[in-house]
């Protein structure tokens, strides 16, 4: 129970990475509070945590939206006391070349993934400020926020932007004993988040078939689950990393650090 006592706010609480990073967070004694744009995703989670024996508040908001923002910190403060522990995770994935993407869209992701996040860092950071909270911030970024890849031009560009982000919040906040890190997965393994959405007696769905072979690129020939990144993500919202500041933790299987022309598992 490395988080009794704490309160953590998870973003884009989907059953994929949002909902294993706010199961994880809450199998350690976190209260979670599970925050999406869409209703399903937040109450769904947080039952899924309650059934499960843990405690966890639903809270519906855009995280674009300042007003939306304060008022579900301000929610998360009325029902727990205080926060301490954000997880940045809510994000639009996917995207289009520089060539095709239209600006509308491109405006939508970088607000989502990048004002969002800064939103969301903003308010918590004022209330743990407030209340003399050691807290720890989380951002979640992603390998396409470390290298270049084709087709994802707004993606790529938003979560590369999150990186600097982390160590410049790192650094505004530091003075205040409030730690911000990055944590970066990679191409998950769908199986968990599939699981999951039954579990929250969603219908199944197909598996979309990826045009890169994912598994057969990565160091250690299989990709991670979102249990995996919420292993990394209770490490940094614990007091085990209380001189831990700045920093990106890759979960990853060895992706960016693979010398870019070996296929280790063709
Ligand atoms: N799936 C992957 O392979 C992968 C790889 C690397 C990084 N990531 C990152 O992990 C995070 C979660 O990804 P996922 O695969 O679970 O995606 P997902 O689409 O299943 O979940 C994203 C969640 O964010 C929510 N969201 C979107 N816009 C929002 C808004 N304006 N306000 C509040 N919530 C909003 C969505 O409703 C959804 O629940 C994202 O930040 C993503 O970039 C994912």
Same mark, same amino acid.
């Given at each position: 129970m490395r988080l009794a006592g704490k309160v953590a706010i998870v973003t884009g609480?989907?059953?994929?990475i949002g909902g294993g990073l706010a199961g994880g967070l809450a199998d350690e004694g976190a209260r979670v509070v599970c925050v999406d744009v869409d209703t399903g995703n937040a109450e769904q989670c947080a039952d899924w945590i309650r059934r499960r024996g843990g405690d966890a508040l639903a809270v519906a908001c855009d995280v674009t939206d300042e007003t939306q923002v304060e008022a579900m910190v301000g929610r998360a403060r009325d029902a727990?006391?205080?926060? @301490?522990v954000l997880i940045n995770n809510a994000g639009v994935l996917g995207g289009l070349s520089v060539l095709e993407m239209p600006l509308e869209r491109w405006n939508r992701q970088l607000a989502v993934n990048l004002t969002g996040t800064f939103l969301c860092t903003k308010h918590v950071a004022r209330l743990m400020v407030e209340r003399g909270t050691r807290g720890s911030i989380v951002v979640v970024v992603s390998t396409a926020g470390h290298q270049g890849q084709a087709g994802n031009i707004g993606y790529c560009t938003s979560k590369s932007g999150l990186l600097n982000f982390t160590r410049a919040a790192a650094m505004d906040l530091a003075r205040h004993r409030i730690r911000v890190n990055s944590l970066t997965p990679t191409a998950t393994d769908p199986e968990e988040g599939l699981e999951r959405a039954a579990a929250w007696g969603r219908p199944p769905t197909a598996r979309g078939a990826g045009s890169l072979d994912f598994r057969t690129m990565v160091p250690m020939g299989r990709l991670p689950s979102p249990r995996h990144y919420a292993r990394s993500a209770v490490f940094l919202a614990s @007091? @085990?990393?209380?001189?831990?500041?700045?920093c990106d933790f890759r979960v990853d299987a060895g992706a960016i650090a693979k010398y870019w022309p070996w296929v280790p598992n063709a």
């Open positions: 609480t989907s059953p994929n727990y006391g205080g926060v @301490d @007091d @085990d990393a209380e001189m831990i500041t700045g």
